[in-house]
């Protein structure tokens, strides 16, 4: 059995996601908590890692053993191996793609191991993305008055490019951001006219899902880009993407998400412009 269990993390998460509908209740309870709380479940033990995520430790021995390892110890190795992975240093990453460089091609195969992961992310994104998931985001990001953006971190460049676009195409969009600490005060001015637009990957941003939350609380309709179904995005979100992007040396792509964006934001001013839409806007008046 243990041959056939997961021997890297984005293995075990892929598999975790392929059977989250058919888990059993308490089963899928942990599967939800490993994927949200992954360094956790690297570090802590039984004990903490089954009070933290509301079950019996005899729960997670039969999660392990459901994704076909012989005990949770061999499961939570996966996830210490992750979280190496995960703290390794700028520094350290950029010494791996020296030392690819050394090997020959130099700055050239760095450029091109970028332009790969690219290619396979947009490859992803192309055989996986719901046109009809698109299509719902889009017309309630298109009735909108206002477009909320949230995003932190690695997700940031994505938020300041679909204002700019917003902008562009005279869609009404704010950037919940405030250097003075305002940001509960912006988040206060959305209502259910308005709508979010989220976005977060592993390791999540905590602000940017307290956020999403607070909205959520507000009735304020979202639309979430995220990497699973596990995602605390998900939870509050109308409509959510799963976005998959592929990595070189420890970096990862955001061509998808730059892809997906981009036809966010010119799918909601196309959208604004239809007749469909002006003459209901007529109408209301």
Not at 11 to 28: H, N
Not at 122 to 133: F, G, I, K, Q, S
Not at 233 to 246: G, I, K, M, S, T
Request: hydrophobic share 45%; glycine share 6%; aromatic share 8%.
């Amino acid at each position: 059995m243990e041959d056939e269990a997961p021997r890297d993390y984005d293995t075990l998460r892929a598999l975790i996601l392929e059977r989250r509908q058919s888990l059993p209740k308490r089963i899928a309870q942990v599967a939800a908590y490993s994927l949200d709380n992954p360094d956790e479940i690297a570090f802590g033990t039984a004990a903490s890692i089954a009070a933290s995520a509301g079950v019996q430790p005899s729960t997670l021995i039969r999660f392990a053993q459901h994704l076909g390892f012989a005990g949770f110890t061999s499961l939570q190795s996966v996830f210490r191996e992750r979280l190496r992975e995960r703290n390794s240093s700028y520094e350290e990453r950029l010494s791996g793609l020296r030392a690819e460089g050394a090997e020959g091609g130099g700055s050239r195969k760095i450029l091109e191991g970028f332009l790969t992961a690219s290619e396979n992310s947009l490859a992803t994104m192309t055989r996986t993305l719901d046109e009809e998931v698109l299509n719902r985001a889009i017309a309630m990001l298109a009735e909108a008055e206002t477009i909320y953006i949230l995003a932190r971190r690695r997700s940031y460049p994505v938020a300041s490019y679909i204002a700019y676009a917003l902008g562009k195409l005279k869609v009404r969009s704010q950037i919940v951001e405030s250097p003075s600490g305002l940001n509960p005060e912006v988040i206060s001015f959305a209502t259910a006219r308005d709508a979010v637009l989220a976005i977060s990957f592993s390791p999540y941003a905590p602000a940017t899902i307290e956020e999403a939350r607070l909205l959520s609380e507000q009735g304020v309709p979202m639309v979430a880009i995220t990497d699973s179904a596990f995602s605390p995005l998900a939870q509050f979100a109308d409509v959510w993407f799963e976005v998959a992007e592929a990595d070189f040396g420890g970096f990862r792509s955001l061509s998808a998400t730059m892809a997906l964006s981009m036809a966010l934001s010119v799918g909601v001013a196309e959208k604004r412009r239809s007749p469909s839409r002006r003459g209901k806007k007529v109408a209301a008046r």
